[in-house]
């Protein structure tokens, strides 16, 4: 079980780009959450999903951010038309179900230039 | 809405020290309470789980508590050693499944 796998590990985009941010989680593992970790901050809830649904996206800002976990493949954050307040880490984490604690991947760090 | 607080923001002490780090949460009604590690440009490593229903867990130097009534954890490090510096999290979650962090505390052992 090679743990909760997010790529990229660095991703660098320009204002006005789109990025991608990938998740798959623990085999056997079908809720997921994205989390966002500013600088010197903590982290801060953005979306909850299970498979094909999203079940709480009160974190995320309305515009630009959009997420999604489908039947098949990783769970997608995406970021249209980045901005420099973007850049931060993402992190995102799985579980088998909410209560029994959650394995977090080692984030992808988006820079934005 | 649950809040997570987590005092000290900072602290250091001499290798071999025991110590207490302390993480409060406003509403009780949790499912679970989690301390994790985090390495500096690193992603998050967990340490406990505490369920709801119960007091404690330990791993290892590691010790934490649980006092839900009062909103209270605390982790719990023996004979410290420079490779436990690092920021220390604790997270909560909540009746609706969402998890809620502290802000953290950043340990340093002095060697």
């Known amino acids: 079980n090679a743990g909760v796998m997010q790529n990229p590990r660095h991703l660098v985009r320009r204002r006005g780009q789109e990025a991608r941010l990938r998740c798959s989680p623990m085999?056997?593992?079908?809720?997921v959450y994205w989390y966002r970790q500013l600088p010197e901050e903590g982290l801060k809830f953005m979306v909850y999903?299970?498979?094909?649904?999203?079940?709480?996206e009160s974190g995320m800002p309305k515009e630009r951010f959009s997420a999604e976990f489908p039947k098949e493949g990783p769970s997608i954050l995406r970021i249209q038309q980045v901005v420099r307040g973007d850049s931060a880490a993402y992190f995102c984490?799985?579980?088998?179900?909410?209560?029994?604690?959650?394995?977090f991947g080692s984030g992808t760090r988006l820079t934005v230039v | 809405k649950q809040e997570v607080t987590q005092i000290p923001a900072a602290l250091s002490v001499p290798e071999g020290e025991n110590l207490v780090l302390n993480c409060s949460f406003t509403?009780?009604?949790?499912?679970?309470l989690q301390w994790f590690r985090q390495d500096p440009g690193k992603g998050l490593t967990s340490l406990l789980l505490?369920?709801?229903?119960?007091r404690e867990q330990t791993s290892g130097r590691l010790n934490a508590s649980l006092d839900k009534s009062s909103g209270r954890s605390t982790l719990y490090i023996a004979a410290s050693q420079p490779g436990d510096s690092a920021t220390y999290l604790c997270?909560?979650?909540?009746?609706?499944?969402?998890?809620?962090f502290g802000k953290g505390t950043r340990l340093h052992i002095l060697p």
């Open positions: 984490a799985s579980s088998p179900s909410g209560k029994n604690g959650y394995t």
């Open positions: 085999k056997g593992h079908s809720h």
């Open positions: 505490i369920q709801s229903s119960q």
């Open positions: 999903l299970q498979k094909e649904n999203i079940i709480d």
């Open positions: 997270a909560v979650m909540n009746r609706d499944d969402k998890i809620i």
């Open positions: 509403d009780s009604a949790i499912y679970n």
